[in-house]
C-alpha cells in the first residue's frame, strides 16, 4: 500500500502544513474527522477540497514539505491521539502490525513473512499476528487483532485508535457505595471534634447504616453493607479520609467546610449571566468618613465570566472597632451585597461631568438593538451592559451566606455556588479584576491611595485633603464604563474570528447577538423585596423597629386598618407578626407588606419631622447608646431623634473645621427605585379645542332660604324663557344668567331684570363655609372656603 510510511503518521500532517499532492503544492487549512481541507498554493483561484485522509496520505506523491501548528481534528477517529503523549513507539509498532495484517507485507520489508503470503486470507494473518503476539510475551487473540482492524480501518489508519486506554479504577472498590456516603458524613461529622480512631468511626458508619436503612432492607442487608474491618480500613486509606483523621482540628474543620461540587476547571459558557463572579476585598484608598476623618474602604464587584465584564460595583467604609470608645465596627454588609445586586438590573446612568466617550451610544455596545428593546437605554445610559446573573460563585463570607442575601437570590432565581475556602482559583475572574484595579484605577486616585503594601505607602496620605466614597464611587464606574469596558482582553476571542481580542463589551455585543437580549426591569414595588426584613406587629398607634415607632401614611391609613382588622398574618413561625422591608440607610420610611393581597402600606417615622438633615440607621444606634449611657433609655425616642437632629444643628451653627475634616454628608448606600412615582390623573385624556367648552349651568342652593324651582323670578320674554327647547325638554330656570355666544346653543341675549344681583347671590352662596350661629354671615370665613 502506497503511501504507508511516515507520511502516514497524523502527527506529522497538522493545520496549516504544507503537502505535496497530485503534482501541486497544498496547505492544509482544516482537519474535521477523517476528512482533511487543502488549499492550492500556486496561486490560482481554485476552491478548497476536502479529502479523505487516507486517501491523502496514501497517495504515490504524497509529501509532507513543511510542519504547522498542532492539528485540530475534532471528530472521533483522530480524538485521544493528543492525549497519548510519551506513546509514540507503542503506536507506530501497532501502526506496523496492522499494515502487516492489511497487506500481508511490513512497512520497511519486500518479503513476506511466514503466514502472510499472497495467498493467505484476513483470518490467517490474524492468526499468525496472534501466534506471533504470542510468542513475544503478549496476550491477544486473532478475533481482538480483528476487532482492532477494523477499528483501525474506520478512523482513517489512525493508529491513536491501536493504544490500549487506561482503565480508572472503580473508587471504592466493591463496597456499597451507602457505605461510602456514610463514611463520608461520619468523618465530617467529627471535623470539630477531638481526633478518634478508624474503630470508632466505623462503630459510628455501622450504627448509621443501621438507623437509616434497617427498616427498608433488615438487619441481615444492613450488615451485609459493611464491609470487614481490614477492607474498612483499606477503603479509609483509599479515600484519604484516614488522613483527614489525623490532621489538627483547624484543618479537618476547613476541609469539612469544603463543599461537595465540582470547582476548578474552565465551564463553557456562551450567554452573558450564565455563570457570574463575586468577590470583596480591601480597596486601599482613604476616603473621608461621615465624622470627616479618614476611612478605609472595601469593595465588592460582580463579574461576568462570559464577557469578563462588570455586572455591578460597591463601595463601602471599613473601619474596625474601636476599643476606646465602644464604637462598633464596620463592613461589607448583607444590604450592601442586595443593593449591588440591585445594580445588575438597570443600567448606569452618565453622571454631570463624565467624559462624553463613557456614553453607550459612544461605544462598541448594540445601542440601538438594546434601545428598542429596553426603554431604559437612553443617550445618558453609561457604557456598561445590563446583565442578569443567573448563577453566583461567591466566597463564604458572613455576608454572603446571610438568610437575607439568600431569601433575595432565591427570590429573583439566582444560583449561587460557594467557591473553597482559601482556593482564589475558583474565583480568578474577581482576583485578577482586584489587580487590574489597583494598577489602572487606584493608583490615579492621588488624593488616597496608599498603596500596594506598607512598605510602599506614601507621606503623609491622612492629611491631604480626601474624596468621600460617593465621590469614589462615581469615579470608579466612569472608569469601568469608559476605560475597563472598552480595553481588549487578551482572554475574549470571537470563535469565528479567533485573531481578533475583543473588549468585553465587544464580547458582549458578539455574545447577545447569538443569545438574545430579555430586559428584566423591576418595578418600585419588586425593589422593595431587596431591603432588609423585619417581622413587626402592627397596633393602633402603628409598630416598632429598633424602639422606633412607625405609622400609615395619610392615603395607606385604610390599608392599614384593613390589615389589623386580619388580625395576625397567620403565616408559619411567625405568630401575628407581618413582614415590613426598610432600608438602615434611609431609616425614615418603611414598607409594611401584605401578603394576603400582594401590596404595600407606607410608613413612616412618627417624629420624621424633627430629623431635617439625613441620617442612618448607625446613626440612630450611636446616640441611643450615647442616650443610654447618660442614665436614659434606648425606648425615649423622642429624646434620641432631638439629639440626632441637634448634632446636625450644631455643626451648621459652629465655625466650621479645615477643609481637610470637613463635615461630609453621610453614607446612605446606592440608591434604590423604591417610591412610586406619583401619576398624573390627566395623563390619558384626549385633547380637546378649549373653544368649544361651554358652561354648565348649576341651580344655587342659599343655606338661607333654598331657591325652589317655582320661587325663580320670571325672565323676560324673548330671553330664553320658558318656552320648551327641541325634544319636549324644559329650559334650565337659570338659563338666563348666561349670555349666548350667537351660535344657538345657549339662551337668547339680553338680561334679565334682576341679572346682577342673581349673579352675586350665587357667588355667594358657594364661597360660604360655615355658618355663623347669630346669622352674621358677613363675619371671617375659616378653613377652606371652596370646601362645601
Not at 502490525?97 to 502472510?116: K, N
Not at 470508632?200 to 474491618?229: F, K
Not at 460595583?313 to 442586595?338: C, K, N, V, W, Y
Not at 395619610?554 to 413582614?579: C, I, M, P, T
Given at each position: ?5 511516515e ?7 497538522s493545520?496549516?502544513?504544507r ?6 503544492e497544498?496547505?492544509v ?17 481554485e476552491?478548497p ?10 497517495a504515490e506523491?504524497?509529501?509532507v ?11 472521533t477517529?483522530l ?9 509514540e ?7 506496523a ?6 497487506t ?5 520489508r519486500s518479503?513476506?513473512?511466514r ?6 486470507t484476513l483470518?490467517q ?17 486473532a ?13 482513517g489508519?489512525?493508529?491513536a ?14 463496597t ?15 471535623a ?8 470508632v468511626?466505623r ?10 436503612y ?16 481490614s ?16 490532621q ?15 470547582h476548578g ?10 455563570v ?15 465624622d ?5 474602604t472595601?469593595m ?15 463601595i ?10 465602644g ?11 442586595t ?18 466617550l ?15 428593546a429596553?426603554?431604559r ?29 439568600t ?10 455556588r460557594p ?8 474565583k480568578?475572574l474577581?482576583?485578577h ?26 507621606r503623609?496620605?491622612?492629611?491631604m ?14 472608569w ?33 447577538a ?11 414595588a ?12 402592627p ?12 405609622q400609615?401614611?395619610?392615603q395607606d391609613a385604610?390599608h ?7 388580625g395576625?398574618?397567620k ?26 393581597a ?7 417615622f412618627?417624629?420624621r ?9 448607625d ?11 447618660a ?25 466650621p473645621?479645615?477643609?481637610?475634616t470637613?463635615?461630609e454628608p ?5 440608591e ?24 354648565y ?12 324651582v ?30 349666548d ?48
Amino acid at each position: 500500500m502506497a503511501g504507508t510510511g511516515e507520511g502516514q503518521l497524523s502527527r506529522s500532517l497538522s493545520i496549516e502544513a504544507r503537502v505535496h499532492w497530485q503534482e501541486r503544492e497544498w496547505e492544509v487549512v482544516e482537519w474535521q474527522g477523517a476528512q482533511v481541507t487543502l488549499v492550492p498554493q500556486d496561486g490560482s483561484q481554485e476552491a478548497p477540497r476536502a479529502v479523505s485522509y487516507r486517501w491523502l496520505v496514501g497517495a504515490e506523491d504524497f509529501a509532507v514539505l513543511s510542519g504547522g501548528a498542532a492539528p485540530a481534528a475534532d471528530g472521533t477517529a483522530l480524538d485521544g491521539w493528543g492525549r497519548q503523549e510519551g506513546r509514540e513507539e507503542e503506536a507506530a509498532l501497532w501502526q506496523a502490525r496492522m499494515v502487516e495484517i492489511d497487506t500481508g507485507l511490513a512497512p520497511g520489508r519486500s518479503e513476506h513473512e511466514r503466514g502472510f503470503g499472497p495467498g493467505t486470507t484476513l483470518a490467517q494473518r490474524c492468526a499468525a499476528m496472534s501466534a506471533r503476539l504470542a510468542a513475544d510475551g503478549v496476550r491477544c487473540s486473532a478475533h481482538t487483532l480483528a476487532d482492532k482492524r477494523r477499528t483501525w480501518k474506520a478512523a482513517g489508519e489512525n493508529p491513536a485508535v491501536l493504544l490500549p486506554g487506561t482503565r480508572d479504577k472503580r473508587p471504592g472498590g466493591f463496597t456499597d457505595p451507602r457505605c461510602l456516603t456514610a463514611m463520608q458524613e461520619v468523618v465530617a461529622r467529627r471535623a470539630h471534634a477531638s481526633d478518634v480512631t478508624i474503630d470508632v468511626i466505623r462503630e459510628e458508619v455501622e450504627d448509621l447504616l443501621h438507623s437509616r436503612y434497617a427498616q427498608e432492607l433488615g438487619s441481615a442487608a444492613v450488615a451485609a453493607l459493611l464491609p470487614s474491618r481490614s477492607t474498612f480500613y483499606l477503603r479509609m486509606k483509599e479515600s484519604g479520609l484516614a488522613d483527614a483523621l489525623g490532621q489538627p482540628t483547624r484543618a479537618r474543620a476547613a476541609l469539612a467546610s469544603t463543599p461537595p461540587l465540582p470547582h476548578g476547571g474552565r465551564e463553557v459558557v456562551l450567554r452573558p449571566g450564565k455563570v457570574t463572579q463575586t468577590d470583596t476585598t480591601p480597596l486601599r484608598i482613604l476616603v473621608r468618613g461621615d465624622d470627616g476623618r479618614p476611612t478605609a474602604t472595601e469593595m465588592t464587584v460582580l463579574i461576568d465570566v462570559a464577557t469578563h465584564g462588570i455586572c455591578a460595583l460597591m463601595i463601602t467604609p471599613s473601619r474596625p472597632r474601636d476599643a476606646e470608645s465602644g464604637q462598633a465596627g464596620q463592613a461589607t454588609r448583607a444590604i450592601d451585597l442586595t443593593l449591588m445586586l440591585a445594580q445588575a438590573f438597570a443600567p448606569w446612568p452618565v453622571m454631570p461631568g463624565w467624559d462624553p466617550l463613557s456614553a453607550a451610544a459612544a461605544s462598541s455596545l448594540p445601542f440601538g438593538a438594546l434601545r428598542a428593546a429596553d426603554e431604559r437605554f437612553t443617550e445618558a445610559t453609561a457604557a456598561r451592559p445590563v446583565i442578569r446573573p443567573e448563577l453566583i460563585i461567591y466566597d463564604q463570607g458572613s455576608p454572603y451566606v446571610s438568610e437575607h442575601f439568600t431569601e433575595v437570590c432565591d427570590r429573583l432565581r439566582i444560583a449561587r455556588r460557594p467557591a473553597r475556602k482559601r482556593t482564589p482559583t475558583d474565583k480568578p475572574l474577581p482576583e485578577h479584576f482586584f489587580v487590574t484595579l489597583a494598577h489602572r484605577f487606584s493608583q490615579h486616585v492621588t488624593h488616597g491611595w496608599q498603596g500596594r503594601s506598607h512598605k510602599k505607602r506614601g507621606r503623609g496620605i491622612d492629611r491631604m485633603p480626601l474624596y468621600t466614597i460617593a465621590e469614589l464611587q462615581q469615579m470608579a464606574q466612569e472608569w469601568v464604563a469608559l476605560e475597563y469596558q472598552q480595553t481588549p482582553d487578551a482572554g475574549l476571542r470571537d470563535p469565528f474570528r479567533p485573531h481578533v481580542v475583543l473588549s468585553p463589551n465587544e464580547m458582549y455585543a458578539v455574545q447577545v447577538a447569538r443569545s438574545g437580549y430579555r430586559a428584566v426591569p423591576l418595578s418600585p414595588a419588586e425593589n422593595r423585596f431587596f431591603l432588609l426584613r423585619q417581622w413587626v406587629r402592627p397596633g393602633k398607634g402603628g409598630f416598632m423597629i429598633d424602639y422606633r415607632t412607625y405609622q400609615p401614611v395619610a392615603q395607606d391609613a385604610g390599608h392599614y386598618r384593613e390589615v389589623l382588622l386580619r388580625g395576625g398574618s397567620k403565616l408559619h413561625g411567625v405568630g401575628d407578626k407581618w413582614e415590613c422591608r426598610f432600608n438602615p440607610y434611609h431609616p425614615e420610611r418603611v414598607w409594611l407588606y401584605d401578603h394576603t393581597a400582594g401590596t404595600w402600606v407606607t410608613c413612616d417615622f412618627r417624629l420624621r419631622h424633627l430629623l431635617t438633615d439625613p441620617w442612618t440607621a448607625d446613626m440612630w444606634q450611636e446616640h441611643a447608646e450615647q442616650h443610654q449611657a447618660a442614665d436614659g433609655s434606648e425606648k425615649d425616642e423622642e429624646a434620641i431623634a432631638l439629639s440626632l437632629a441637634q448634632r446636625d444643628r450644631r455643626r451648621r451653627s459652629r465655625r466650621p473645621p479645615p477643609k481637610r475634616t470637613r463635615k461630609e454628608p453621610i453614607f446612605q448606600g446606592l440608591e434604590l427605585e423604591t417610591e412610586e412615582s406619583s401619576r398624573d390623573p390627566y395623563a390619558d385624556l384626549e385633547e380637546f379645542d378649549l373653544s368649544t367648552l361651554r358652561p354648565y349651568p348649576a341651580q344655587p342652593i342659599s343655606p338661607w332660604a333654598p331657591l325652589a324651582v317655582d320661587a325663580v323670578p320670571a325672565l323676560r320674554s324673548g330671553a330664553g324663557g320658558t318656552e320648551p327647547l327641541e325634544g319636549g325638554q324644559a329650559p334650565h330656570p337659570l338659563a338666563a344668567l348666561f349670555s349666548d355666544d350667537g351660535d344657538g346653543d345657549g339662551p337668547a341675549g339680553g338680561s334679565t331684570a334682576g341679572g346682577p344681583t342673581d349673579v352675586c347671590e350665587v357667588v355667594d352662596a358657594e364661597l360660604v363655609d360655615d355658618l355663623d350661629t347669630d346669622g352674621d354671615v358677613g363675619g371671617e370665613i375659616e378653613g377652606d372656603v371652596w370646601e362645601t
